[in-house]
């Protein structure tokens, strides 16, 4: 069930994520001392703390919708959690570096976003990968 309820927590906070991100309020204009983007539509600071964009917002958003969808089955909780967990570390990695962290100015990878998408991705990976499910769940998780 671990498995399941994490891809619908990410998936609800990625859709809210996503949907912040367009709002002035919730993601205030970027300070004038930030690298510049390509594309900087919605460019701004979700919550105050994250740097995201258009793009970042659709990404957030994407993942949000796929996550509420593979809550349904463990197996597709189980796929999910596969896969978000080598793309945020990816780009976890890609804000270590300078010349990087704006991918080519198209995604800002910078900042808080960091320490959250390794965050995020250490618990993918241990779902995804390493958490075994308790023998009482095995007869669940085969039928459904």
Known sequence: MIVRYFALVMGILFVLAGVGGFVPFVTPPPPPDFPPLIIDTSYGLLLGLFPVNLVHNLIHFSWGVWGIWAWRRYATARLYARILAPVLAIFALLGLFSSLYTTFGLLPLF?????????EALMAGYLGYFYRLPKHEVALASQG
């Open 111 to 119: 900042g808080h976003d960091i320490w959250l998408h390794g965050l």
